[in-house]
Every structure is written in C-alpha cells, then in structure tokens.
C-alpha cells in the first residue's frame, strides 16, 4: 500500500464561497412551510461544516471511509473534505530517540554494552499506519534488533596487524553508515526513513573492563617503547656518524658497544639517569 493524495479543497474557499451561501439559503428555509427537500438540505448543510480539518505544518491526515483509504493530505491550512472521511494524524518531523544500553558479544565473543541514537522520520503515511500495527513501536524494536545484529559482525578493537579490520571503536564513520543501511532495511515497509544512526555508548561489559583496560595499556605501552627504541637506535647511529665524519675521536669495537649500550639506557629509560664524569684517561 502506497500513499496517494487524498480530496480535499482550500477551507476558506469552500467556507466562504460555497457553505456560508447555503448556510444562508437553509436558514432562509427555515422560516417558510417545511418540506421534506428543504429538511433534507438543511441536514445535508449542517453535515458538510464538519468536512473542515486543520493541517499543521510537516503533518499528514490519512483518509479512510468505511475501512477503504482514500488518500493522504498533506497541505497545511484549513481544509475541506468529504464529512464521511476519518481523519488520522500523522507526524512528518524529524524525530530521534537514543536506544537504551544493550549488552551484546563482538564477532570475538566479548562481551560490550551498546546504545545508539536513531533519527528518523515518516516520509509514506499509508504505510506508517496500514502496513504496521503501531510504527513509534516498531522503529524501536527494529532499531535494536538492528544494533545487536550489526554489534555482532564487528570486533570492539581492530587488530594491530596489517590485515586489520573495521572495529566498533576505531571506525565511527563506517559504523554507522552500517547501522543506518541496517535500520534502513527493517523499516522500509513500514513507511520509514532513516537520516542517521551513531553509536552514543560504547563500552566493554563490568565483567571485562578491568581486564581489557589492562590489555589496551599494555598495547599502548608496547607500541610506546618501539617508537622509543626506534628512536633511539636513529640516535645511535646518528652520533656515532658524526663523530667518525668529523674526526672528534677514534673509537675501538669495544668501545662503541660501551657508547651504544650507555645511549640506549639513557633514552629508553623510564627514569633520569645519574651521569658519571669519568675524570682519567679514556684507557
């Protein structure tokens, strides 16, 4: 079932053009001999000012006559229909709601809590209100069936080889074009547009946490040292470089290994080092 434009006619011309002259013309009836006729149009008169419906902005009125739908208006202002229609209500806002914290496994099996923020917005009426029972209820269940589903096909950290792959904590942008394509999918029948989806929590289970902390500073400080020792080797070969291009002093295998050894303590320490100045002779 898809939307379609429903009848319906400008309020203020329909009023002031056509039901206020034969509002007039039945009143004028009524002071003379009644008839059947005339009861019969003033009845039908009194019926038609109940056609009137008021439109707000971004909103939608779906039609429906004896269980048929007849259409959809979307016009904002005063308006006019068939008296005989039901008129329902529908929001075209955008609108956003923030899922509550679910607890689900990565594609590696550890545990995290998830939540994510949702805004949507309904852009087919009729099948917002006939295809689905209750549509406000429907994008929060598929919404977080979604999340659980998308939580599972990803690792919370990527891995530091070079086959890494897209992770819940290191790829926002990635991750939530996927949990949008994902809602996107559960909703289309239902009428329902998804303009964007991002995770808003994120985070290890209680259960977990201290471990994992443990393991990410353990990373850190790993992937800290090689940057240092790194360093320090460039260091290394830089200095003693130097001090063979320009001459400053001859230095024998033994002593270079004694020069890398003391450089490297002092730049790869975790503390000051306390220099000694040797005062003698170099030999």
């Known amino acids: 079932m898809n939307e379609k ?8 011309i329909a009023g002031l053009l056509v039901l206020l002259p034969l509002q007039l013309l039945s009143v004028y009836w009524m ?7 005339k ?9 038609c000012w109940s056609g009137f419906f008021m439109v707000q902005p971004n909103q939608g009125k779906v039609f429906t006559m ?17 008296p005989f229609f039901m008129r329902q209500t529908v929001s075209l806002r955008i609108r956003n709601f923030e899922s509550a914290k679910m607890k689900v496994n ?9 939540a994510s923020i949702i805004v949507w917005s309904v852009t087919d009426t009729a099948e917002a209100v006939f295809e689905v029972d209750d549509y406000e209820s429907y994008v929060t269940i598929q919404s977080e069936s979604a999340i659980r589903n998308m939580a599972s096909d990803f690792p919370y950290d990527p891995r530091d080889d070079a086959m890494a792959e897209i992770a819940l904590r290191s790829h926002p942008a990635e991750i939530s074009y996927r ?6 999918d559960r909703l289309n029948k239902a009428g329902i547009t998804v303009h964007e989806a991002r995770i808003s929590h994120l985070a290890y ?5 201290s471990a994992m902390l443990q393991r990410q500073q353990a990373t850190a400080i790993i992937a800290a040292r090689s940057r240092i020792v790194d360093g320090a080797v ?9 001090l063979s291009e320009n001459n400053i002093v001859e230095l024998d295998e033994e002593r270079k290994a004694n020069m890398v050894s003391n450089l490297l303590v002092v730049l790869c320490g975790d503390k000051a080092t306390q220099p000694v100045v040797n005062t003698g002779s170099l030999y």
């Open 205 to 209: 289970s209680a259960e977990i946490a």
């Open 5 to 12: 434009q429903g009848f319906s006619l400008n309020g203020y």
């Open 106 to 114: 990565d594609n590696q099996g550890n545990p995290i809590e998830i």
């Open 234 to 242: 460039g260091m290394v070969e830089m200095a003693l470089a130097r």
């Open 179 to 184: 949990l949008q394509q994902e809602i996107q």
């Open 31 to 37: 002071n003379e001999a009644p008839s059947i006729p």
């Open 39 to 47: 009861l019969l149009f003033i009845v039908i008169v009194a019926v």
């Open 66 to 82: 004896f269980g048929s739908y007849m259409g959809t208006e979307r016009r904002d202002g005063l308006r006019w229909t068939i």
